[in-house]
């Protein structure tokens, strides 16, 4: 059973930074893409980044240039670096696995 838990999220000022985490188990992580996605308030889920297993990455028209996208094979986990944030990035953060697996999520709010 694929378990994805993220976290990371919280409070931020415009302009400030956070990274979020996800633990993953219950898969053979070095060989699956991984992606972030959010949920802003009252709207569709999105795509923000993903990573393939060696590292392609492809990021949101939205993001690009603020956020980065990485992982760590040895220890299970991808991150997601924000910077410059913006308060059109308030939303909950989803890590996703192949096989519609989802974590929880992880709440970012960007608000002075």
């Known amino acids: 059973q694929v378990q994805l838990v993220e976290s990371g999220g919280g409070l931020v000022q415009p302009g400030g930074s956070l990274r979020l985490s996800c633990a993953a188990s219950?898969?053979?992580?070095?060989?699956?893409?991984m992606a972030w996605y959010r949920q802003p308030p009252g709207k569709l889920r999105e795509l923000v980044a993903s990573?393939?297993?060696?590292?392609?990455?492809n990021y949101a028209d939205s993001v690009r240039g603020r956020f980065t996208i990485s992982r760590d094979n040895a220890k299970n986990t991808v991150y997601l670096q924000m910077n410059s944030l913006k308060p059109e990035d308030t939303a909950v953060y989803y890590c996703?696995?192949?096989?519609?697996?989802w974590g929880q999520g992880t709440q970012v709010t960007v608000s002075s």
């Open positions: 996703n696995a192949p096989g519609n697996n």
């Open positions: 219950g898969l053979i992580f070095s060989i699956n893409a």
């Open positions: 990573i393939t297993w060696n590292g392609g990455k």
